[in-house]
């Protein structure tokens, strides 16, 4: 048994932080229930009842908010319910093999639906800590680095609390983008196109790296073959997962989720910055100034962000040609945009950086000058999140953030583009 241990102890090791991460998560399962999980719940519930015509559009009512993810996404969630409505089997399969056990099937009659919906995130946190561990130790070919960059990501509150505590989906359509480029990287081009598609079909978050993606795409010459291919499959899965909601016109009912459900957050009440500490809440008030503010009385807040959208793109394009395309350089690119979004773009949300966290998780442990700057990132959203969670229920949290005319937000605000800044001129000076 020594020598076993001995022989795999790297495989252990990683298996072991995988499940400590695992359990980390399971215990918050049932101790948060509030928030957009609800409305999650309440998706893939109706979806099972109603089906799919008038789902988006139809007068039902809504307990917590329409849906505004697109069809994959109800897709998934009407699945977890559907599977939760047949919570029997756990108890009829207990009766034959005396497993799961008892106390699991009461745990699960109770809370079960809340866990099915909770383990989607949470099994994606760990494929992506294994992404994490594979990418660092391929590109530095080294195991010590590897694996501390792995328990960096699953051992942080960050991933924590937003995949076991709030329920948030963010870490499953970064799983799917972060393998798509991986797929492009490794010129697997039609496979990849479908999986960037079938994450932006599930929740359009990664919608900023549309032009980036296209970019690479573009630099990789891949085969016309293999972009027709790509595109056949992903109008195919828009056709199939799509269908079933649009009562008989596909081409009408696309444009009008798109425009009058994913955008109207947008359109109706932009915030300079919803709940994100960026720089605009360096100078105007979290939550409360309109995307039209202007900063310092010059440029209007929105203009100012797709400004800056249009800079990181170019930095990122830049820093991906003068490497050459290398898979690091690729990452850096979607840290840029990602990061770069979230901290000089208005109306976001406090956990619109995740497209940006993997990829500078990798870069941090990769590249190791830049892990102070990254770290001082990661305090940052960590508070940033707890803020943004608690802030309405407990003062206690909310006080010490907003006192003093926003004080401390404004502070943390500015080491945040501070630190992004930072950590992108240490990497201008290392050689990829």
Request: some cysteine; aromatic content about 20%; proline content about 4%.
């Amino acid at each position: 048994m020594p020598d076993f241990f001995k022989k795999h102890k790297k495989v252990l090791l990683l298996g072991l932080i995988l499940v400590v991460a695992f359990i980390l998560r399971l215990f918050l399962v049932d101790k948060i229930i509030v928030g957009d999980l609800l409305a999650y719940l309440e998706w893939g519930q109706r979806y099972r009842d109603w089906g799919g015509e008038a789902f988006y559009f139809g007068k039902h009512p809504w307990l917590y908010s329409a849906p505004n993810y697109p069809p994959i996404s109800t897709w998934i969630f009407a699945g977890l319910s559907w599977l939760f409505e047949r919570r029997y089997w756990t108890a009829q399969l207990h009766n034959l093999i005396k497993f799961p056990p008892a106390v699991f099937i009461i745990y699960y009659y109770k809370y079960g639906e809340i866990l099915l919906y909770k383990l989607l995130p949470i099994f994606s946190d760990l494929g992506l800590g294994v992404i994490i561990f594979a990418v660092i130790n391929k590109l530095t070919k080294n195991y010590t680095k590897a694996i501390w960059g792995a328990a960096f990501f699953l051992l942080n509150p960050v991933t924590i609390f937003l995949s076991g505590g709030w329920g948030q989906t963010d870490s499953f359509v970064a799983l799917v983008g972060i393998i798509s480029f991986l797929l492009l990287s490794s010129k697997k081009y039609a496979l990849s196109m479908l999986l960037f598609f079938f994450g932006m079909y599930f929740k359009p978050t990664w919608g900023l790296m549309v032009p980036f993606y296209l970019y690479v795409l573009y630099l990789k010459k891949p085969p016309l073959k293999s972009v027709l291919l790509g595109l056949l499959l992903m109008t195919v899965t828009l056709v199939i997962v799509s269908f079933p909601f649009a009562e008989g016109n596909l081409f009408l009912f696309t444009k009008k989720v798109w425009f009058d459900r994913y955008f109207l957050p947008i359109k109706s009440a932009g915030r300079a910055s919803s709940s994100a500490f960026n720089f605009m809440t360096i100078f105007l008030k979290i939550d409360r100034d309109l995307f039209n503010a202007k900063i310092l009385g010059l440029i209007p807040a929105n203009l100012f962000g797709l400004l800056s959208y249009l800079v990181v793109n170019v930095f990122a394009f830049k820093y991906v040609k003068e490497h050459q395309n290398q898979l690091l350089s690729i990452l850096v690119g979607l840290f840029v945009i990602g990061m770069g979004s979230f901290l000089f773009m208005s109306n976001m949300l406090e956990r619109y950086f995740f497209a940006a966290y993997v990829p500078m998780i990798i870069v941090m442990f990769c590249e190791f000058k830049t892990f102070l700057w990254g770290l001082i990132l990661n305090l940052i959203l960590t508070a940033n999140l707890f803020w943004s969670f608690y802030r309405r229920s407990s003062d206690e949290i909310d006080h010490p953030f907003t006192n003093n005319n926003f004080l401390l937000i404004r502070i943390l605000s500015t080491m945040g583009v501070v630190s992004f800044i930072k950590f992108f001129l240490t990497l201008k000076r290392v050689k990829i």
